[in-house]
């Protein structure tokens, strides 16, 4: 045989083995029409909590997963809030990957929409619905991982868990914190893909992938101001609504230090980086607490950027105001809730005797309030992990963009799967940054997501997954 037919011969197969070992891809532009079916049946169960309900989207998720083939589990507290664990064996190599979203979504004043909350409408290349951005992008994303990977027949070196949870909006007992104290074994992974990112359009472009690695520490804070009952045509000088009134405001106009940390760091240096020269000084200059310009950098953003000026801090936003119940009565007692938002590494008893300072009225109690579920305190994740670096790279294939790593102003229930140990990462679909202040924001009156973007935060996931759990 010649030398050259000798050749071709040998490399035939070889060639043939390795294509043939290659998993199939999946065709996305196929695939979108399903995932637009699971997306807006989930859209339309109304599961808003309270009181939740969230058996309505569990049972629908665990009906379309049977069907597949993929086991599943449901553990519940209460049978209205079931969790529903779905798992995909891998070969053992490596710990496994958990995927979660929650299943209840915030309440709704169903007046204050254009369309039903709960109609799943699809207009101007939106989907219009309560949970179209918090949390349903994660419920599908983690669903259609799922259904791929088993569908594909991909090989996986680590396990592939999907939790849908219920409770995160304000009921964490029956979610997350009765999965990790009762089930932690269903859940436990080496690395969690949840919500809490930030992937920012600005004019119609990625500005950039915001990689959540670490979150603020809620403390609901209740202030009672106690003082004489009296009839309200005689002013008493011990008024509990007026005292409660200046301690409010106290604390309104607070400015807590600035205090970085690991992520904030990072953020503001790469954010700086990527932007105009007068924002990029700003952003530079915060990175030098207690200069002059660092002082003006955080005027600023108060004023035009108030998510920064969070970022930075401890933040004191007073959200509930309680006091009288007749016009013509003054009450002994008026109460206020205060939404604390601490930095990682905040004394909660040190920031509370701050902040009786800052009042400066012994007539005023300042006590940690019993009515609001409290977070656990869950740690910082790090940047320099595979996972990480994954998450990086698919958002460089997907948006074309940077990624930087977030400390999120909000809570989310990765703050109690990080403190048993898991290296938590929160993603999430690219939204508008213009929506926000139009009132189509996560919690707002109104909630929308683009169908493009919904489609491109799939793929997304998916690439992460593949990347982190593919067999090697």
């Not at 109104?446 to 990347?467: C, G, N, P, T, Y």
Request: aromatic share 6%; glycine share 8%; with cysteine.
């Amino acid at each position: 045989m010649p030398a050259r037919t000798w050749i071709v011969s040998l490399a035939l197969p070889i060639s043939m083995t390795v294509f043939a070992q290659a998993p199939p891809q999946p065709d996305w532009s196929r695939l979108e029409a399903e995932t637009m079916q699971h997306f807006q049946a989930l859209l339309r169960f109304d599961t808003s909590n309270p009181p939740g309900n969230e058996k309505l989207a569990a049972d629908y998720l665990k009906q379309v997963l049977d069907r597949e083939g993929i086991p599943t589990e449901i553990f519940a507290l209460e049978p209205a809030s079931p969790n529903l664990v779905a798992r995909l064996k891998g070969s053992g190599r490596r710990q496994p990957i958990l995927l979660m979203g929650h299943t209840d979504v915030v309440t709704v004043d169903p007046k204050k929409w254009t369309f039903p909350p709960f109609s799943a409408t699809r207009d101007g290349r939106y989907v219009y619905g309560r949970g179209s951005l918090d949390d349903r992008p994660h419920l599908v994303a983690g669903l259609m991982t799922m259904l791929l990977l088993k569908r594909l027949n991909v090989p996986l070196d680590r396990d592939v868990i999907f939790l849908a949870e219920a409770g995160e909006e304000g009921s964490t007992r029956v979610g997350i914190d009765f999965m990790a104290r009762e089930h932690d074994q269903d859940i436990s992974a080496e690395y969690c893909l949840a919500e809490g990112g930030v992937t920012a359009r600005v004019g119609g472009r990625i500005k950039f992938v915001g990689i959540e690695t670490v979150e603020k520490i809620p403390l609901p804070l209740e202030l009672t101001a106690h003082g004489t009952s009296g009839h309200g045509s005689i002013p008493l000088q011990d008024n509990p609504v007026v005292r409660l009134s200046r301690a409010v405001a106290a604390l309104g106009a607070w400015r807590t230090p600035i205090r970085l940390n690991e992520t904030t760091r990072e953020y503001f240096r790469r954010l700086a980086d990527m932007s105009s020269e007068d924002d990029a000084a700003r952003y530079r200059a915060v990175l030098v607490p207690g200069s002059a310009s660092a002082e003006a950098a955080d005027n600023y953003f108060l004023q035009r950027e108030p998510r920064h000026a969070s970022m930075l801090r401890t933040s004191v936003t007073p959200t509930i105001l309680n006091g009288g119940y007749r016009f013509n009565v003054i009450p002994s007692e008026a109460k206020a809730t205060i939404d604390v938002r601490m930095v990682p590494d905040e004394d909660p008893t040190a920031f509370i005797d701050a902040a009786k300072k800052v009042i400066n009225d012994p007539a005023i109690d300042v006590t940690v309030s019993n009515a609001i579920d409290r977070r656990t305190v869950g740690g910082t994740t790090r940047i320099d992990s595979e996972a990480f670096k994954a998450i990086e790279a698919a958002a460089i294939e997907h948006y074309q963009t940077v990624s930087l790593p977030v400390m999120q102003t909000g809570a989310t229930d990765m703050s109690v799967v990080r403190a048993k140990g898991t290296q938590c990462y929160g993603i999430n679909a690219a939204v508008d940054i213009e929506d926000g202040p139009k009132g189509f924001g996560p919690h707002s009156d109104q909630e929308r997501i683009l169908e493009s973007e919904l489609h491109r935060f799939v793929r997304f996931q998916w690439d992460i997954v593949k990347a982190l759990a593919g067999g090697r």
